[in-house]
């Protein structure tokens, strides 16, 4: 499982990847995570299993939705907080219905 975190410069998404493999690897869970940029997304989106948007992207939402749909892609546009999750288990638990398919309200 390959998620995409994406964000504008690709920093505070590195952030966010790096705390979610950690949070993952704690709980035995099999994923890769990775940063992207606003950019680089039209090019890296192929390459996810899930798409996660930093917080300040989600009026970028329809955009992404439109590039990911030839792959039906998840997208989920992460909370405001999502920078105060230092160890990854908040942002996990929010991936983790993604993981085994279930719908989520959070991606629309």
Same mark, same amino acid.
């Given at each position: 499982? +390959?998620?995409?975190?994406?964000? @504008?410069?690709?920093?505070?998404?590195?952030? *966010?990847?790096? =705390?979610? #493999? #950690?949070?993952?690897? @704690?709980? /035995?869970?099999?994923?890769?995570?990775?940063? /992207?940029? +606003?950019?680089?997304?039209?090019?890296?989106?192929?390459?996810? !299993?899930?798409?996660?948007?930093?917080?300040?992207? #989600?009026?970028?939402?329809? #955009?992404?939705?439109?590039?990911?749909?030839? =792959? @039906?892609?998840? *997208?989920?546009?992460?909370? !405001? $907080? *999502?920078?105060? $999750?230092? $160890?990854?288990? =908040?942002?996990?638990?929010? *991936?983790?219905?993604?993981?085994? /398919?279930?719908?989520?309200?959070?991606?629309?």
């Amino acid at each position: 499982m +390959r998620i995409l975190v994406v964000c @504008s410069a690709g920093a505070s998404s590195t952030f *966010v990847a790096m =705390r979610l #493999r #950690r949070a993952a690897q @704690s709980q /035995g869970i099999a994923l890769h995570a990775v940063a /992207g940029t +606003r950019e680089s997304l039209p090019i890296d989106i192929d390459s996810a !299993d899930i798409l996660l948007l930093g917080p300040h992207l #989600r009026d970028e939402m329809p #955009r992404v939705h439109a590039q990911s749909a030839h =792959r @039906s892609v998840p *997208v989920l546009a992460l909370p !405001d $907080d *999502v920078f105060s $999750d230092l $160890d990854g288990t =908040r942002t996990l638990d929010l *991936v983790r219905p993604l993981l085994s /398919g279930a719908p989520t309200a959070l991606n629309a």
